[in-house]
């Protein structure tokens, strides 16, 4: 009962600077940073035990990976139900410049995913597609297995989608920020 339709960005103003669009996107959606009564388990499996895992594993990979120096932040998780229904996200990247030039910046440097799918097989939908940079051949295509990690720049470097599902798929999805670029994004 805390998920809502997931939105797009690029209405044109005010408060209409989001749309949905259920043919494009048709996941629920909601952001959480783990401080939610709701996640105090106390078990491993928590959402702020996965946040601490997946930040400490980003912060050593930035040690021996360029492009990720000046990484000091991240997004809320972003919790996402695909309901079943044929509901798919089409092809897209998560950060609409190149190498941080750009007025389409938004800061996003790195994606990662979670798969929280038990019992998911063959059938049930939801993978997700990678793409090379041309946006035309199909790299891999991703399982959405329980417990399955995925991590890719989010700029044009791997266009993706998920495609379309037919049973929930469950995923946690968080992005880690280009300090400088994520300033200038937002000012």
């Not at 938004?106 to 990662?112: A, K, M, Q, Y």
Request: glycine content about 12%.
């Amino acid at each position: 009962g805390k998920l809502r339709l997931g939105v797009l960005a690029g209405g044109k103003s005010g408060s209409s600077l989001t749309y949905t669009h259920t043919k494009v996107r048709g996941d629920v959606v909601e952001w959480f940073d783990g401080s939610e009564p709701y996640w105090e388990n106390g078990t491993d499996l928590s959402l702020p035990n996965y946040l601490q895992k997946i930040d400490t594993f980003v912060s050593e990979l930035g040690q021996h990976l360029a492009g990720l120096e000046g990484v000091l932040n991240r997004s809320k998780a972003m919790v996402t139900c695909y309901p079943g229904n044929g509901a798919r996200y089409i092809k897209h990247t998560d950060n609409h410049c190149k190498f941080g030039a750009g007025d389409d910046c938004n800061g996003r440097r790195l994606t990662t995913l979670m798969y929280l799918n038990s019992g998911w097989k063959k059938g049930d939908g939801g993978e997700l597609r990678i793409f090379d940079r041309d946006g035309e051949t199909i790299k891999a295509e991703i399982e959405p297995c329980p417990g399955r990690a995925v991590i890719f720049w989010s700029d044009f470097r791997v266009p993706h989608e998920v495609l379309a599902t037919h049973k929930e798929r469950f995923a946690i999805t968080t992005w880690y920020f280009d300090n400088s670029e994520r300033a200038r994004a937002l000012a």
